[in-house]
């Protein structure tokens, strides 16, 4: 895969129905024409998903998701795009018949999303077209935050935008507008103290609702490594095995035992920086050979927090020790 910074030749790319990854706030995607079924159906074939999970949709301006969003547009939308956007919320809304179906997985809404980064928002300007953008891993895989995490997916996309390292390091937080306000389908860089301020979020999972059968960002078992991960249960440090990788939330000597190798998430305790560097840390654990299996500290649920442990529960789900 080519990987470089040239945006004319990325968009002309688009235009042609390839596919380009890339950079966004939040993390790396992978990108095409939205409205180009036959490219849209290559960057599932490409990241091995299942076309039951929804692309989300991403814009550089409110035409464009005008074309996307059926009229009348709620209000909340407008509420919404204009305190966040551009930035790390997609909005769940009901979609128009230019929207192709397997963008959506058959569903009537779309998840639209306006990115701030300026190597996004150039992109999607210069090729005319909104694009649909999962993040660049396969599917369930750990979510990349730089080219080199991108590159290891060995994707056969065309180009790779390269945009540096994602300022969140965790995807968009996902809202549904409803008649009385919005819920939240997936926890993200914006918190539900941010959304309150400008809209009533309703209580969320309803199990039986149909959009969350059909949005797996919400499924158990994502973002997992390779290898076994564990959440940190207080167990005694001696009881590590040799090859031990741990994930801790802040630079600090805790008395570990040699031969543990740690990533600090933060200098100080950080969330916003814990987050950044999440799934950085779980790729370099997942790259080094001498690691066999990861723990990871909780983080306190609270704001951001809680986007965090999301990821982290779903990526420890298949290991969990029961
Ligand atoms: O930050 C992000 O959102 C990144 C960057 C690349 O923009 N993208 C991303 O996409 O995380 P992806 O494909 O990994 O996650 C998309 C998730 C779906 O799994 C689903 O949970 C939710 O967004 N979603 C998308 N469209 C939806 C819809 N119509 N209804 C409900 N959920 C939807
Ligand atoms: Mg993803």
Known sequence: ???????????????????????????YGLAANALNAMA????????????????IVHISSIEQLETLFRKPISPYVYTLA???????????STKTPEVPDLVTSGLSTVGVRMPSHPVAHQLIKQSEVPLAAPSANKFGRISPTMVSHVLKQNFKA???????????????TVVSVQENGIK???????????????????SSTDENEEVEKHAPGMLKSHYSPHKP?????????????????FIIKENKDIGLPPGIKTIALSENGNMAEMAVKLFSAMHTMEDDENIKQI?????????????????????????MKS
Do not use: C, H
């Not at 470089?4 to 688009?14: Q, R, V």
């Not at 389908?185 to 979020?201: F, H, N, P």
């Open 82 to 92: 204009e305190a966040f956007w551009p930035g790390p919320l997609t909005i769940v």
């Open 229 to 245: 991960l564990y959440i940190y249960n207080n167990e005694n440090y001696n009881s590590f095995l040799p090859g031990t990788g």
């Open 158 to 172: 065309e180009y790779i935008l390269d945009g540096g390292i994602s300022d969140y390091g965790i995807e968009s």
């Open 295 to 319: 723990y990871i500290e909780a983080v306190p649920e609270e704001g951001i927090g809680k986007a965090i442990m999301d990821r982290v529960k779903k990526a420890a789900y298949n290991y």
């Open 184 to 202: 939240i389908l997936r926890q993200g860089a914006i918190t539900e103290d941010d959304l309150v301020k400008y809209v009533e979020v309703l």
């Open 40 to 55: 849209v159906a290559r960057i599932f074939e490409m990241k091995e998903r299942p076309t039951f999970d929804p692309l």
């Open 1 to 27: 895969m080519k990987v470089g910074t040239d945006i004319k030749y990325a968009a002309s790319l688009i235009k042609k129905g390839k596919i380009v990854a890339m950079p966004t706030e939040t993390v």
